[in-house]
């Protein structure tokens, strides 16, 4: 069983910060891609950004310049560093990591429960 645990949402005011955190846990062999998405209410579930086991690093258009994917392989985290929060941001933040089990079998993708995120104006 694996699980990938979100922590880090919440209110914040336009313009300010936030960090979420997502780490994974359970019988991992590694961790090929890590990211995190986001659906907005009446919207479809978007990337917001993710990164790759060797660090590579995509983000959408949207958020570039304002957030910063990064990860600790040794812990199975990935963080999200949010700032310059604006309210058309808000949404429901989902963490997904493409998890291999054993090195012989092609990566499964999770998704972590999500995390609400809400920018005021």
């Known amino acids: 069983q694996v699980q990938l645990a979100e922590s880090g949402g919440g209110l914040v005011q336009s313009g300010g910060s936030l960090r979420l955190s997502c780490a994974a846990s359970g019988s991992i062999f590694s961790i090929d891609t890590m990211g995190w998405y986001r659906q907005a209410p009446g919207k479809q579930r978007e990337l917001v950004a993710d990164?790759?086991?060797?660090?590579?690093?995509n983000y959408a258009d949207s958020v570039k310049g304002r957030f910063t994917i990064s990860r600790d392989n040794a812990k199975n985290t990935v963080y999200l560093q949010m700032n310059s929060l604006k309210p058309e941001d808000t949404a429901v933040y989902y963490c997904n990591a493409n998890i291999r089990l054993t090195w012989y079998r092609a990566p499964l993708t999770h998704w972590g429960q999500g995390t609400q995120v809400a920018v005021s104006s």
């Open positions: 990164i790759t086991l060797r660090g590579t690093i």
